[in-house]
């Protein structure tokens, strides 16, 4: 059975900083493309970076800057560090492993930046 679990979600301030992880298990997690995508209420779920299996990444033009993801695969754990957080961040944060045609999520993380 495969499980993606986030963590490390909370509060905080803006301009603070929080690190997100995802640990993957029951599947090849380094043959995956991973993506942290977030969802804010009322909004359509949106991808904020994405890392391939070679180590490319890509990120959405607002987190340009301030997010990082990186990947440990010999944890099966990949990671979002998100630097200088603005309100607007304030979502459920997801993690997505693609292989295609496999697709899985995990159930998310809030992520809350007020003062």
């Known amino acids: 059975q495969v499980q993606l679990v986030e963590s490390g979600g909370g509060l905080a301030q803006p301009g603070g900083s929080l690190r997100l992880s995802c640990a993957a298990s029951?599947?090849?997690?380094?043959?995956?493309?991973i993506n942290w995508a977030r969802q804010a209420p009322g909004k359509e779920r949106e991808l904020v970076a994405a890392?391939?299996?070679?180590?490319?990444?890509h990120y959405v033009d607002s987190t340009k800057g301030r997010f990082t993801i990186s990947r440990d695969n010999a944890k099966n754990t990949v990671y979002l560090q998100m630097n200088n957080l603005k309100p607007d961040d304030s979502a459920v944060y997801y993690c997505?492993?693609?292989?295609?045609?496999?697709?899985?999520w995990g159930q998310g993380t809030q992520v809350t930046v007020s003062s």
């Open positions: 890392m391939t299996v070679g180590g490319g990444t």
């Open positions: 997505n492993a693609v292989f295609y045609p496999r697709d899985y």
């Open positions: 029951g599947l090849s997690f380094s043959s995956y493309n």
